[in-house]
């Protein structure tokens, strides 16, 4: 089992940049695909960005270009490097985790997620 604990939301303008971090205590850090998944406001949870134990990347088309998914795994710390960011990617950001089996984007495949941070974008 992992514990999953979400930082580094915030308030940032039209275009401007942030990095979310995802801290994981727990069983071995290494063992877990690891996905980031956002929600707005009156909209279902969608899939933002998931990188597996083995490094692999897999993007959503609309952040692809503009958001980089990372881990660091002496760390036991997965990142999500945000630029370009506009308004409709105002949301709240969840990282979540499975142990490694083959590439998801469906939420209901991950165990264990963490409690979010929200990320707002002004116009």
């Known amino acids: 089992q992992v514990q999953l604990e979400e930082s580094g939301g915030g308030l940032v303008q039209n275009g401007g940049s942030l990095r979310l971090s995802c801290a994981a205590s727990?069983?071995?850090?290494?063992?877990?695909?690891m996905a980031w998944f956002r929600q707005a406001p009156g909209k279902e949870r969608e899939f933002v960005a998931a990188?597996?134990?083995?490094?692999?990347?897999y993007y959503a088309d609309f952040v692809k270009g503009r958001f980089i998914i990372s881990r660091d795994d002496g760390k036991n710390t997965l990142y999500l490097q945000m630029d370009s960011l506009k308004p409709d990617d105002t949301a709240a950001y969840y990282c979540?985790?499975?142990?490694?089996?083959?590439?998801?984007?469906?939420?209901?495949?991950?165990?264990?997620w963490g409690q979010g941070t929200q990320v707002t974008v002004s116009s």
């Open positions: 979540a985790g499975r142990l490694r089996r083959t590439y998801t984007s469906v939420q209901s495949q991950y165990d264990y």
């Open positions: 727990g069983r071995a850090f290494s063992d877990y695909d």
């Open positions: 990188v597996r134990s083995t490094g692999p990347t």
